[in-house]
């Protein structure tokens, strides 16, 4: 089932082994011209355009965009007891997890009188996405408000499409387990929006004509400054269009798994990994990477057999048959190493013998799941990590959600007459290098008044 790239014998760079691996395609670039006029669109006419947008792409007019109160308490008390429980767990995981990111205020003294103080503040107003396509991701709202609430994030609202599928008393609301968990999390802000135009409607803000008047005026959706979050290449390219305008995490991509395994790995684990990535999206990627040609051929046998027997068939073959999955097979761990460092794949799994040694060798990874019984699906729900990673070989410059995340570092500069005076001299110097002599003046105005212009 599983096509083969076999590199045994070869000595390729980085660039020939990344052209050369299983990728998805995702033209981000394509879609922003579906895209542009739907932002334009939520930035001219606000609610009437969301609305319009939901009729045409989720089937559904919301009655409100806001999600009411009482709808997000009645999501959460028709929450079966076990589901409620595992999201409970999820949750009390991430956060012992993310409260160990916290950042705490640095000074450093570079001169007598002279410090640097670096100051970590929260960004103010954060929109969270959370998908809503073929499955349903209340561990996404988990990822998301988690890490943004440990920060000391003020305003969070979180997005999700709304659904024409739901209960009665919950139609053209989000899904009610998606309800339920931001009930748990406290988050009160909740509004049915998807894809590209809840991404404008953070970005731009909006009146929201659907929820009652408050003090004769209808309610704001205030702008937000981030946008976190992974959608479909949709949301990935409002995302890239409104950069700057707010700040993103990242531009997901179809989500990724690599297993770098040798000749002790079980297949039937590996072919389950593989296979539950696939589940996701018929464009998810599954790849194995091993020297051992027997395990490649195992593995095969067992994801034939787990692909029929499973709920989403369909999907999980068009997946493990497209050109994003594969078998790459390499002539020992030191080339597979250096295959999953080009790859650079959302999720890692290193299932080998003395896997902690061959995974502290990984430098390119959003998440690596080390060992047999550490399986991506783990990570995905109460691992205590965070499941928003880097997609589409990004692993190679940027990490994963965290309180990182959410947080802005701000250096704060304290120098007294004396130290200013002491390194006055360099700073001249460097702004006479630059050829920027009112930079130098700037200080000798303050260290040697009477040499200064007049």
């Known amino acids: 089932m599983l096509s083969t790239t076999d590199l045994r014998g070869t000595a390729l760079s980085v660039a020939e082994l990344r052209a050369a691996l299983p990728r ?52 959460l008390e028709m929450l079966d007891p076990d589901v409620r429980r595992a999201l409970e767990v999820s949750i009390e995981r991430a956060r012992a997890v993310h409260a160990d990111q916290v950042r705490t205020d640095t000074t450093t ?53 709304p659904q024409r599928d739901n209960p009665d008393a919950l139609t053209g609301y989000p899904h009610p387990t998606i309800l339920a968990a931001c009930a748990l999390l406290g988050v009160d802000e909740v509004y049915a929006m998807g894809g590209a135009q809840a991404i404008a409607a953070f970005a731009h803000g909006f009146t929201d004509t659907t929820a009652p008047t408050e003090g004769g005026a209808h309610p704001r959706c205030e702008p937000v400054s981030l946008v976190t979050g992974p959608g479909n290449v949709y949301v990935a390219a409002a995302k890239r269009m409104l950069k700057g305008l707010i700040g993103i995490d990242s531009e997901a ?24 990535q696939a589940e ?36 999980v073959r068009t997946a493990l048959t497209g050109k994003q999955s594969g078998t790459v097979l390499v002539d020992d761990l030191d080339a597979g190493l250096a295959v999953v460092d080009a790859y ?60 990182q995340s959410f947080l802005r570092g701000i250096h704060v500069i304290r120098y007294d007459e004396a130290a200013l005076a002491e390194v006055a001299p360099h700073v001249v110097t460097l702004a006479e290098a630059e050829d920027l002599p009112a930079h130098g003046e700037a200080v000798t105005a303050r260290t040697d008044p009477q040499g200064a212009p007049r």
Request: glycine fraction near 8%; charge should be negative; proline fraction near 7%.
């Open 253 to 276: 991509g179809p989500t990724e798994i690599a297993v770098l395994a040798d000749a002790t790995a079980d297949p039937d684990h590996v072919a389950a990994d593989l296979v539950s």
């Open 280 to 315: 996701h999206d018929p464009l998810a990627a599954s790849v194995l990477v091993t020297d051992s040609p027997e395990l490649a051929d195992a593995v095969d046998a067992a994801v034939a057999r787990r692909a029929d027997a499973t709920k989403h068939r369909e999907r």
């Open 109 to 161: 003294q570079v001169a007598p009188g002279g410090t640097v103080t670096e100051r970590w503040v929260s960004v103010e107003r954060v929109g969270l996405y959370v998908p809503g396509g073929l499955a349903v991701y209340p561990s996404s709202v988990v990822m998301n408000v988690v890490p943004a609430q440990i920060a000391g994030v003020g305003s969070l609202a979180v997005a999700s499409p």
């Open 344 to 403: 650079a794949a959302e999720h890692l799994e290193v299932i080998t013998a003395d896997a902690d040694t061959v995974a502290a060798r990984v430098r390119n990874a959003g998440a690596v799941f080390v060992g047999p019984y550490s399986p991506v699906s783990l990570g995905d729900y109460a691992a205590g990590s965070n499941h928003v990673l880097p997609t589409g070989g990004c692993a190679c410059h940027s990490s994963g959600l965290s309180v």
């Open 24 to 75: 998805a395609e995702y033209d981000v670039e394509a879609a922003l011209g579906a895209v542009a006029p739907i932002v334009a669109d939520v930035q001219d006419r606000g609610a009437a355009a969301l609305l319009d947008c939901a009729e045409r792409f989720d089937g559904v007019r919301p009655e409100r965009l806001r999600v009411p109160a009482d709808v997000l308490t009645a999501a």
